[in-house]
Structures are given as C-alpha cells and as structure tokens.
C-alpha cells in the first residue's frame, strides 16, 4: 500500500515536467569502454592495473540512451551577475534535475558518470554528468533526483541536435 505513494509521486512529477514553461529537452548518452578485453582477472584492467572506474579509461564512445525531459529543482543560490547585469552567471559545482523519459512507456534507469545535454534550440547542446542520484522518500520506488556537474569539454554548440 505505502508503495503507492511514491509511484503517485513519480507519475505526478512526469506530468509537471513534460508541461513546465521552465523544462528542457534532453538527450542522454552513456560512456561505453573500448577495449577489446574488458576483463582481466575478472575485473576491468588498465594496462594489468586495475580500473576503479570509467573516468580512468582513454578510448571510450557515447552511445545514446534516450531523449527525455530535465528540470532544475534546486532552491537558487545567490551569484554573481554578468558586466551588463542582465544575467546571473550560476556560480555553484553541483546542480540537482529531475529528468523523465520522453516516451511514457520508458522505464530509464540513469547512472553515475551518464551525460545529460540540455537542448537549448536547435544548435546549442549544454553537457551535464550525472555525479550522483539522491532521493527525497525512503520507500521504494523512489523519486530520483539527479546530482550533476556541468562538462564544458563536452558542450555542443552549431552542431544540430536532431
């Protein structure tokens, strides 16, 4: 019974930001590894020393996963405004989104180190890597909310989206 609530909540928070005037279009893509032999010893190898973790690796491809909906949910931060003081330049490390698949039928499963790019019309794609996944209820299926760092060395801008 209480695991409806958070299945209520998951599906109300699809339907508010699917409609939000302040929601993105995104696209999703996740790291995959190069190598020809993955394991070694029954853990991912670097040259015959172990890999902690994918950010170790050199040649690597981003495969798409999905198209979808993002929305910040942080509470504002105060931050320095431009020269022309017409716009705040966002000063903080870490920014929390709430993304949901574009289809409805979609169940995505994010993970850390998956990169998020946030459509801003038709040519300019802003990069953001998941750095971690919180929640706000403790009963599962829990309504994820999503830590990400900005990736400038990935930002896309004249190259088109679609």
């Known amino acids: 019974m209480l695991s409806n609530v958070p299945t209520a909540i998951n599906k109300m928070t699809r339907k508010v930001i699917k409609h939000h005037p302040n929601a993105y279009n995104c696209q999703i893509f996740r790291k995959a590894v190069n190598r020809p032999d993955p394991q070694m010893g029954g853990i991912p190898t670097l040259g015959g020393i172990g890999v902690l973790d994918t950010e170790d690796e050199e040649d690597i491809s981003w495969e798409w996963i999905a198209n979808g909906y993002s929305m910040t949910v942080e509470s504002f931060q105060p931050s320095p405004m431009m020269s022309r003081q017409d716009a705040n330049n966002g000063d903080t490390e870490e920014y929390r989104f709430l993304i949901v698949p574009e289809d409805d039928a979609a169940d995505l499963q994010l993970k850390k180190h998956d990169v998020v ?31 990400m760092n900005r990736r400038d060395d990935l930002h896309m801008v004249g190259q088109s989206a679609w």
Do not use: C, D, K, Q
């Open 117 to 147: 790019y946030l459509l801003l019309g038709e040519f300019i794609r802003l990069a953001y890597e998941i750095v971690g996944i919180e929640t706000v209820i403790n009963i599962p299926p829990y309504a994820m909310r999503y830590v």
